[in-house]
């Protein structure tokens, strides 16, 4: 990350977002309670968080933290050779991938029902070594591309994640999508 990246916890991200609405700074001149209000600060942070979940599945990629997370996938090979990765926690979306042996990485990922994606249920038109693919299901991805019997070895997972302890981490141009006054 550079120095166009924001690190904010989320009460950092809140005070943001309400400087951003006008809603804060407080002017203190004069006194005036309710008690039958809304507790703004908690409807501000449910919709700070699904902004955030918004931006992190569909925002461009160069505003958005991506991690290599290779240590933190579990892999299993079958006899075909079709390789089961396990998405990690934190995991939100593949960037681009790599197994050993592999000829290039891979950064489109197929949806189940693609006609790529559906040609890897044949050995006979799946991919191998030179065209590797990828198709990513609810909880795992399977890659194709390994000879049988070969041991699998990740050695690229480049991924958005979620920043760990809630974190808002982000390049400050995503600041210019946050909603003006949720809904």
């Known amino acids: 990350m550079n120095d166009s990246f924001i690190d904010l916890s ?25 008690d039958d209000g809304i507790d703004l600060d908690s409807y501000l942070v449910a919709h700070l968080q699904q902004w955030y979940a918004r931006l992190l599945l569909t925002g ?20 075909d050779g079709v390789v089961t990765a396990m998405k990690p926690d934190g995991y939100v979306r593949a960037v681009e991938w790599m197994l050993g042996g592999w000829g290039h990485s891979v ?16 050995p006979w038109t799946r991919s191998g070594p030179c065209h590797p693919a990828i198709v990513e299901h609810d909880d795992r991805l399977l890659l194709y591309g390994i000879e049988p019997g070969t041991l699998p070895v990740l050695t690229m997972a480049r991924c958005v994640a979620v920043p760990a302890d809630g974190r808002y ?14 809904v």
């Open 107 to 122: 950064t489109q990922f197929l949806a189940p029902g693609d006609v790529l994606a559906l040609a890897q249920c044949s």
């Open 60 to 79: 461009p990629l160069e505003w958005l933290p991506v991690e290599d997370m290779s240590t933190k996938v579990n892999l299993m090979a079958d006899a």
């Open 169 to 182: 981490v982000m390049h400050r141009t995503a600041l210019d999508t946050l909603p003006q006054w949720p």
């Open 10 to 34: 989320e009460m950092e991200m809140l005070a943001l977002w309400k400087q951003m609405l006008r809603v804060e700074p407080v002017r203190r001149e004069c006194a005036v309670e309710r």
